[in-house]
């Protein structure tokens, strides 16, 4: 295989994990909290949109946005379920973790549990299979640039990725919200003093992150396709927190150009060791990089309190 | 549930019928102990599964290939644990709350997929038979779990249990006043990466195969879990958890195809209804110091 295709692939890949790891760098920005749900999140929303496109029929311009928008709903379980009760009561650094880590739980094996019959039967049949969008959701168009092969659903994903990235970036540094925000990530009580509802930042900031869960969810469902209840766990979860920590904690910025750091680096050690040091990769680079340098590659000012 | 009533009616055939199961529950509670050991220290550390798999496969490839018995075999892979919790807990224990977790997270996925996943002595990741494997050597394993329960027990009245205690309270603190932090930081990590390896060997010879997916990531939440459920105050928590948690699913064969559902509510319902875990108790926990939420967000009581 030609390098330079693998990597295009590497960028395409590079896409869903920003697309992730965003959203869970998000989240622990502003309250650092490792919120282990975003990967279960991840899984529900690519398998939603596949219950709507596979049993209902729905077109995938409908089904996509239904996905994001349960997405999002998630985001407000985890926020009042599994968060916010914590920092009432002021529990322990771990504690967040662990409810989480519950909330994935049970995630995962309600949709493992689905199969005919239930009521989540509705958007999911197949139990603990793993199962593809039925041929032509997605226009099977292969572009060529001289020898490079670019499907349009990859490209798509790019575009929509980079994207985001963009509308991000401007509603985190440029808006009253991404204000209260950095605000709430640099000092709660002084964010609260000075009349920030820091509740409803916190709620806000978690339900866009599950949504950009779910959307990476989504294009990872139709891209690669493979959706199971375990891809959250198995494809994701772990290559963010690889991601957040290169990038430097908080840092959005930083998240982005680790997450297609690592797409690139993933898709070079598969052509060149295969599929296991592929897997390496990312908790080497996480290991390595906590001990050599922690604050990430382009350390920010919120990681100084690390 | 019959579970529970057969145990009191029909001990012996309880016994008979589940006895892989008070094997897990040992097991689980020697790897719960091992992670109680840095929760004490007031470290965050998930690499005990990685130590536990150093331990499995060490025990199974020296019975394979040098018929070295089950003390000698496990006694080996708990020094190989120690040698590497010295060289990997030197670096990292510099790392403070959530960063030294996924740091010792990303330790043990490289140790399963980066080493076990390719070098030809592991099985390249297809597992490994184990030629002398004994299912029923269930005792070695609560003989375990019964002199680490006493040393956890007795920790707090030797010096190296009040260092620990305070480096949990306050780690500047503690500096402060003389205790070597970094030595005695090390010490917890190597003596739960010395009992998560016992235990792994221990584990790996009541079973004919091992298989490198028993280490991953989901077990070492699951040790995690069953600490924190069990509440960290004392090393009771931690067993009371292993068994309890090891034998609900069991217990509730009922709803067996919704047991995770059942088991995830749970921990959501302990972590947030009582944080300190089912024998701990209210406001005393040595560990809750160290390890308070990252920040605190005025409350609406709190003016």
């Known amino acids: ?59 995938l311009w409908l089904a996509a946005p239904a996905g994001l928008l349960a997405a999002a709903g998630l985001g407000l379980v985890i926020e009042l379920g599994a968060l916010r009760p914590l920092r009432r009561r002021q529990a322990p650094e771990i504690a967040p973790l662990i409810s989480t880590i519950g909330l994935s739980l049970v995630f995962v094996a309600l949709v493992e549990q689905s199969r005919g019959g239930g009521w989540l039967s509705f ?184 | ?85 010295l060289m990997v807990g030197l670096p990292a224990l510099r790392l403070r709350g959530v960063f030294l977790a996924i740091a010792t997270i990303g330790f043990s996925e490289f140790l399963r997929f980066g080493l076990i996943l390719n070098l030809p002595i592991t099985g390249k990741g297809q597992g490994l038979a184990n030629p002398a494997a004994d299912p029923a050597a269930i005792w070695p394993v609560w003989a375990s779990v019964a002199v680490a329960a006493w040393l956890g027990w007795r920790v707090k009245a030797t010096r190296a249990g009040v260092a620990w205690a305070a480096i949990a309270e306050d780690e500047v603190a503690a500096r402060s006043g003389g205790i070597d932090t970094t030595r005695y930081k090390l010490a917890a990590f190597m003596i739960g990466a010395v009992l998560a390896a016992w235990a792994g060997a221990l584990d790996a010879h009541m079973n004919f195969f091992i298989d490198p997916a028993e280490y991953g990531f989901n077990r070492a939440a699951f040790v995690l879990v069953l600490a924190v459920v069990g509440g960290v105050a004392t090393v009771v928590g931690p067993i009371l958890g292993a068994i309890v948690l090891t034998a609900l699913p069991e217990a509730v064969r009922a709803a067996a195809s919704y047991r995770d559902v059942l088991f995830g509510t749970l921990l959501i319902a302990i972590v947030v209804f009582r944080p300190e875990g089912i024998v701990g108790r209210r406001r005393q926990s040595p560990v809750a110091g160290a390890l308070r939420w990252p920040w605190t967000a005025p409350g609406p009581d709190d003016g």
């Open chain 1, 1 to 59: 295989m030609d390098v330079v295709q693998q990597l295009v692939n590497g960028v395409f890949l590079g896409s869903i994990y920003a697309v992730f790891a965003v959203g869970y760098t998000l989240v622990f920005g502003v309250l650092g909290v490792v919120n282990l749900a975003h990967s279960g999140v991840f899984m529900l929303a690519a398998a939603i949109t596949y219950g709507l496109v596979a049993f209902h029929g729905a077109p």
């Open chain 1, 123 to 306: 958007v999911w049949r197949d139990g603990a299979n793993s199962v593809r969008f039925p041929a032509g959701t997605v226009p099977d168009r292969v572009w060529h640039v001289g020898r490079l092969a670019m499907p349009a659903d990859k490209v798509a994903t790019v575009v929509i990725s980079v994207l985001l990235m963009a509308v991000l970036g401007v509603v985190v540094n440029r808006t009253q919200v991404g204000r209260a925000m950095r605000a709430v990530a640099e000092n709660p009580r002084a964010a609260c003093l000075l009349g920030i509802d820091v509740d409803r930042i916190v709620l806000w900031t978690v339900v866009a992150s599950s949504a950009m869960a779910g959307l990476a969810g989504i294009l990872y469902g139709v891209t690669i396709g493979d959706i199971s209840p375990y891809i959250g766990r198995d494809q994701v979860e772990l290559r963010g927190l690889a991601v957040i920590v290169l990038g430097g904690v908080g840092s959005i910025r930083g998240s982005i150009v680790a997450a297609y750091l690592l797409g690139m680096v993933e898709v070079l050690a598969l052509l060149g060791f295969g599929a296991n040091v592929r897997a390496a990769v990312a908790f080497a680079a996480l290991f390595g990089m906590l001990v050599v340098r922690p604050g990430g590659l382009f350390a920010s000012p919120a990681a100084e309190r690390a």
């Open chain 2, 1 to 85: 549930m019959t579970f529970v009533t057969s145990l009191f009616t029909d001990p012996q055939g309880w016994y008979r019928a589940h006895q892989l199961l008070v094997g897990q529950m040992g097991v689980n509670a020697l790897l719960a102990i091992s992670i109680w050991v840095t929760l004490f220290a007031g470290q965050l550390t998930l690499a005990n599964i990685g130590f536990m798999a150093i331990g499995g496969y060490t025990t199974v490839i020296l019975a394979a290939h040098a018929h070295a018995p089950l003390v000698l075999s496990a006694g080996a892979g708990c020094a190989l644990a120690a040698g590497t919790a």
